[in-house]
Each structure stands twice: as C-alpha cells, then as structure tokens.
C-alpha cells in the first residue's frame, strides 16, 4: 500500500540537502535512484557523491542553489510514499558507511589501459572468442568468467567497464575470486556475483523469400488435402530480436535462489541522459550494501535451517519415545497375561496336589512334575532380574 505526499520543490530540497538521499529515501519506503529520479524530473539538485562525508569530517561543501523550473515543469511534487520495508538495522548503517567511504568518482578511460584486471582480460578475450548467436548476442560464462550476455557493438565497452570496476574492487580493499560457475566478488567476507547483460529490442518480422514460399506451398497442399493441411499454420514468428545497446549490470547473492527475495542485491542500467559508466561508484556502494544484506539473509538463513533440524530432531525423538512406549505397553500386557496364566496354573498344581493319600500313578505324577516346571518357568519370567533384562531390550 502507498500513499501520496505533496511538497513544494523547495521543500523537496530542504529534504535531500538536510537528510542523506539513502536515509530520506528509506522513509519514503523508495529506492534511493526512484527518489533521485523524482528530484530530477522536478529540476531539484541532490548531494553529489562524497559531500556528506565532507561534511561529517568539517571540510568545506557547495551547496548547489534551487533554481527556478523551466516551462512545463511543476512547482508541486507529488511522491508515493510506501509502507517502510523491513530492512535490517546493519543494512542501513552499512549503507550509510558505504556512501561515506566511497567519495570519488570512478571514471571509465576512453583507452585500453595498458594493464587489465586478469579477471578483466579474461573476460575481454572470452568476447573476442565468442561468436554471436542467431538474435545477434555474445553470450559468456563458465569457470573464472564474468557471466555477460550482450551485443557484439558494446564489446570493447563491456571489459572497460569491467576492467574498471574489479580494480576499484581491489583498490576498496575486496576481492574477486574464480569459481567452476564463473567469477564472484568477496565483499566483507561475503560472495557476491555480477552479471553484465544487455536489454533486447523488437521488431516486427518480416518473412523470408522461404518462409514466403514455404507458406505458399503449404497453401497448395491444402487445396488438394484440406484435411491434412490446416490453413491456420504460423509459417513465422511475429517478431525479430536484437541488441538494444542498452547495458545493464545486475548484483546478485548467489546463495538464494532467483524466486527469493534478496536475491537481486542491486541493478544499474544505461538511462536516457547517462550511460551505465557513470554509476560504477554506486555499484561499489551497492556492493558494500549488498554484503550486509547477504550476511544477514545468510545468518537468517542459518538460523531457519537450525531450527527445522531442531524441529525435525524433537520429531524422531518424540516418534521414538512412542515407539519404546508402544513396546514397554505390549511388554507390560504380555508379562499381565503371563501372570494370570501363572496364576491359573498355580491353582491347577494345587487342584493336582490336594487329594487323599492315595498314591499317585505315574502319569499323574508326570502332569505335576511339567505343571511345576511350568510353574517355574514362568515364576523365572516375571522375576525381577528378567524384567530388567526385557526392559534394556526395550530400549
């Protein structure tokens, strides 16, 4: 659910120059770049990159001035206001550090540089190995590479930018790491993977002299075999894709799958007015952002996990306390048969033995002598040394 806040540009200025764009924006339950947006197409100016951190240490700052809106732009600013999203008090501190950390802007050269990043030089010659597919992408990936997928035209501006990133990631004092499914960043301890990509453009088909002459003979074949041949055959797709030359680059967690939320840590993309080059230093600052979202989603992770292993442990422990329960009930009611028997035959041995003096005959004799074994036996069963025995069984 939202709600709409109306505000002067004035006091949408007062705001973004009195409270960091990344804290007024989480307020607002916005994005920092969706509240930065909002403040451009209204001509009111932000921070630039490092002035809070200027400010915190008492250096001198320039407050650029409000001025007043061209044509056509309104003096009224209407923002949608979220529900503020649950976002993890170490994920706001580590962004604000972030914002203070990362004060220079991270140029891309317009020239090779003459040392590239090894990472950045595998990449660039995985590009210039790599033939474009039928819709016109080079697509890259495997062991120690940068997952990419993008035109053969934005090539060369790919690995810059790559080149520049993964060294103002040594330079901030992380790294990168090769694995068997492509290259990951190690920010603050925690894997991170990128993905360079390119949006796709289309347009409508036009058929083929083949297709054209497919569908016209599969027409013939109607009229002689309408039931063979159905007229409502799509003889060619309707639409044609090819490479926008629009870059994007995309900050995952690899440890979440791609329908979990958090899995999508940051997204940059060439704009209207500025190309993806110009956003490297938030990238950066995405990165360190994302590694404290990462960490916690992992810690909340962990701890989920223990407790359905808790939970599942307190499930065979209490299906086990039944089954032994269930064993010691069918012992106990055994051993109460055993009893009763026992006592019916202790009365059927007395039954045999009293009588008059008469001597007995040998097969009377014989009856007492299995009806005490008997008798015997049993007493052995129910005796207190075989229960404990029967019970340890149990168990």
Known sequence: MSKTREFTRQELYD????????????????????????????????????????????????????????????????????????????VMEAAAKAHERITAPILVPEQAPARLHPAASAFRQALRSTKPDDEGFL????????????????????????????????????????????????VDGECLSLQLGETRDKTAHQPTQAELKAKANWEEQHRKWPSLYNLDRRHWRSWDYQPSGRLSLTLTDPLRSQWQDGYVLGRWNDRRTSKLETFLGDVLVGMLTGAATARHNRIAA????RRREEAHQAYLKEQERRRYEAQLDAFIEAK?????????????????SWGPGAPRSPEEEAILRATDDLIS?????????????AVKLCN
């Open 15 to 90: 705001l973004v120059w009195t409270t960091p764009l990344v804290k007024l924006a989480k307020e607002f339950g916005l994005s920092d770049v969706g509240l930065r947006k909002t403040c451009v197409r209204h001509q009111v100016p932000t921070p630039p990159l490092g002035y809070w951190a200027k400010l915190n240490f008492g250096k001198p700052v320039k407050k650029t001035p409000l001025l007043p809106p061209s044509p056509g732009v309104s003096d009224h600013v209407l923002v949608s206001v979220f529900a503020h999203p649950n976002v993890p008090q170490e």
């Open 139 to 186: 697509r890259v990936g495997g062991p120690g590479l940068l997952v990419a997928s993008l035109g053969a035209a934005n090539r060369d501006r790919a690995w810059l930018i790559v080149d520049t990133l993964l060294k103002a990631v040594d330079a901030a004092g992380q790294q990168t790491k090769a694995t068997d499914t492509g290259l990951v960043v190690i």
């Open 302 to 305: 962990e701890a989920e996990k």
């Open 336 to 352: 109460a048969d055993e009893l009763i028997k026992l006592k019916k035959i202790i009365a059927f041995r007395d039954y045999l």
């Open 377 to 389: 036996r049993l007493q052995h069963g129910l005796s207190a040394d075989a229960l404990k025995r």
